[in-house]
């Protein structure tokens, strides 16, 4: 029996090794191994059980000498022993013996010069379909010369840690050594966290190399291939205004920004399923269909009749599925030099400008600050606007000093002439407590395009002082009034209150968490009166 050198991970013996399976042989497997069934299109359903998300606190970086000084060690960025990281990984390889044993090696990273190659080991072939799936898949020629890879992944959901004999928090454990090039996930069966560990790994590997990861959405124009990318919370529109009917999508979530272009780290996309429509994203419905994975959304035994609407699982219901299942996506997923850089966000507060231009030190406060809002539930009796704050629209797979990325966005702003825009897709006119209605999707559509034609560069821009930015004051498809926030109030003297309050909070977290930050950087942000 061929086992493709899984050996010298420790996994002796196995009952079988499977090597890059097609979609077909993969989904086949999981319905005999009685891992998932199938949904009325065809699509591979499966429940992953306690875990429905990922599991910040039992997420752990090897802490050794060659990247102690690199990583950002906190809440987010925890570190454990190499000792124990080797111990962990043992039981899970003697965990594997005996069992059968799916293998992909694929790569992360379209363009050649900066691929890197993964090879994954799974314990389910569901999860190893979820993977074919989400990486970019070698064709025969290339997995023919495929050798070593650059870095492995053990994934063995059904060894569950021991918190006191092991040094974790859970049952769980996802864990990266840098040094050792080696990745294991233990006790959760839930796909995305193999996805976010080839992400976290490539944020950390791209800087060596003069590229800027970012958690992000592309997309392009067929005609001109000017591009442009898309930051942005959950919730914020990134996925919609990036799947853009007239323009090539290059990939909905994880790019690197090269001296080239941008390029997309992966092969597929992971797209949340709670309240899916197809008149709404024509997209993700259409690519529910034999090949993807479908977790966690509960199905009619009889009919297979998916239910996007039922949160019984959790809200966080997910389908994986190859990029080539959108009809306008761009393959390879590579693109030119960024023209511009939208930062999304969804203010709850209703005071932020509707669209704003940013100078390049505004550009790089934004991308540290990372901000959204949303309303707290109500279980919780809280009605007023909560801000969050994710560094770099991605904290928890970001390994490094955010200084790092925010420096080189910087140097690629300067030295390619890109504009930034932070759009509001959120409230307009009052806050979302007080009843107002968000921006109208046509209307934000309408600025996002104008600020990729290059519409607002003949435009007068007036100045927000409060939040410390430019807005225009026209745009095509857009009321003059609908582009300033403070006018849309009825009552100004809450706007002022509200518009304060929201820039004490971007002050006090930037303040509390980017201490160290150039203060031409500090100075670019919100100032409250």
């Not at 970086?61 to 022993?81: F, L, R, Y």
């Not at 959760?188 to 560990?197: A, D, L, R, V």
């Not at 007036?462 to 003059?480: A, E, I, L, Q, R």
Request: with cysteine; glycine share 10%; net charge negative.
């Amino acid at each position: 029996m061929e086992t493709y050198g899984i050996e010298k991970y420790g996994i002796i013996g196995p009952k079988a090794v499977y090597r890059n399976l097609t979609p077909a042989a993969l989904t086949e497997a999981a319905l005999r191994r009685g891992e998932g069934t199938l949904s009325k299109t065809g699509a591979l359903v499966v429940t992953t059980g306690k875990y429905t998300g990922r599991s910040p606190n039992d997420k752990f970086i090897v802490d050794t000498e060659g990247v102690h000084n690199e990583i950002a060690w906190g809440k987010v960025n925890k570190p454990i022993s190499r000792e124990k990281f080797d111990a962990i990984k043992g039981k899970a390889a003697a965990y594997l013996q005996g069992r059968e044993i799916f293998i992909f090696d694929g790569y992360a990273g379209a363009d050649p010069k900066y691929t890197k190659k993964f090879r994954i080991i799974n314990e389910l072939a569901s999860q190893n379909l979820f993977i074919h799936q989400l990486l970019i898949r070698p064709t025969a020629e290339q997995l023919a010369g495929y050798g070593e890879p650059d870095y492995t992944m053990l994934v063995a959901p059904g060894f569950k840690c021991d918190p006191e004999v092991d040094g974790v928090n859970s049952e769980a454990a996802i864990m990266i050594d840098y040094e050792a090039h080696m990745i294991v996930i233990a006790g959760s069966q839930y796909s995305g966290e193999i996805k976010k560990s080839v992400f976290s790994t490539m944020n950390y590997v791209m800087t060596k190399e003069n590229v800027l990861p970012m958690h992000c959405s592309a997309n392009m124009d067929p005609e001109t291939h000017e591009t442009a990318v898309f930051f942005g919370l959950s919730g914020t529109g990134k996925t919609t205004l990036s799947a853009d009917p007239g323009r090539k999508l290059i990939g909905d979530d994880e790019h690197g920004w090269s001296p080239d272009g941008i390029f997309n780290f992966e092969g597929g996309c992971y797209a949340k399923c709670i309240n899916l429509k197809e008149e709404n994203e024509p997209d993700i419905y259409r690519a529910i269909k034999f090949g993807s994975l479908v977790e966690n959304v509960v199905m009619d035994p009889e009919t297979r009749e998916l239910d996007f609407d039922d949160d019984s699982l959790t809200e966080n219901t997910r389908v994986g599925y190859p990029v080539d299942y959108i009809s306008n996506a761009q393959i390879p997923g590579e693109g030119g030099i960024p023209k511009v850089v939208i930062f999304l966000t969804a203010d709850a507060f209703g005071v932020l400008p509707p669209i704003s231009r940013l100078s390049k030190e505004a550009a790089m406060y934004h991308f540290v600050t990372g901000f959204t809002s949303k309303l707290a539930g109500t279980e919780r009796g809280i009605t007023e606007p909560q801000p969050t704050f994710s560094t770099l629209f991605g904290e928890p797979f970001m390994p490094m000093d955010p200084q790092v990325y925010a420096k080189m966005l910087g140097d690629k702003l300067d030295q390619y002439g890109t504009k930034v825009y932070l759009v509001n897709t959120g409230w307009a006119g009052g806050s979302a407590a007080a009843g107002a209605k968000r921006m109208k999707l046509s209307y934000t559509r309408a600025m996002v395009t104008a600020a990729l034609n290059g519409s607002f560069d003949n435009v007068e821009f007036k100045h927000h002082d409060v939040f410390n930015v430019d807005y225009p004051t026209s745009c095509p498809g857009v009321p003059d009034e609908m582009l300033d926030a403070r006018g849309m109030w009825a009552d100004k003297a809450a706007y002022d209150e509200q518009a304060n309050k929201l820039a004490n909070m971007f002050a006090e977290n930037f303040a509390k968490k980017y201490p160290h930050m150039a203060p031409e950087i500090a100075n670019a942000g919100p100032r409250a009166k």
